[in-house]
């Protein structure tokens, strides 16, 4: 994808935004940080929350989102896929909840993570604000057969 984005004439940055650990760490783990490392695109890790007002959505007035995403022209979501305790398949829509910064995402969790339909509904009003320009669902390891 960093290619792809590369030749399209745009520059790439790659961010994420670990509930539980530095992104290095996940990015390692990952294998996302190798990749960045031999493509010189950039890791950025989701830490400036900007709070966004007014958000038309559905259960929530007030969200908080990384400043970068908000700054960034266009959104490639590029999630794996998985499940998570308050929903059954998230596919590409749990994944944006990544732009959340860290720390902040326990707190919204406390506030939609007891149930399950709030929750779901956090996460399209999340998925609202962002507005990725694509969502592809292929596995991360597809991509980099691609690469």
Not at 6 to 34: F, H, N, Q, Y
Not at 47 to 76: H, W, Y
Not at 121 to 137: E, H, Q
Request: one cysteine or more.
């Amino acid at each position: 994808m960093i290619q792809i984005v590369r030749e399209a004439g745009a520059v790439p940055t790659l961010g994420d935004s670990p509930g539980m650990e530095s992104l290095m760490k996940a990015a390692e783990k990952a294998g996302i940080k190798k990749v960045t490392d031999e493509t010189g695109c950039p890791l950025i890790e989701f830490n400036r929350p900007a709070i966004i007002r007014e958000t038309k959505g559905i259960s929530f007035k007030r969200m908080e989102i990384d400043q970068s995403v908000l700054d960034a022209d266009v959104v490639i979501n590029l999630p794996k896929w998985k499940t998570h305790g308050s929903d059954v398949l998230t596919l590409g829509v749990k994944n944006l909840f990544g732009c959340v910064p860290g720390p902040r995402k326990a707190l919204w969790h406390l506030k939609a993570g007891e149930n399950r339909e709030l929750f779901a509904r956090m996460l399209i009003d999340i998925y609202r604000i962002i507005r990725p320009s694509l969502t592809s669902w292929m596995e991360w390891s597809e991509w980099k057969v691609m690469a």
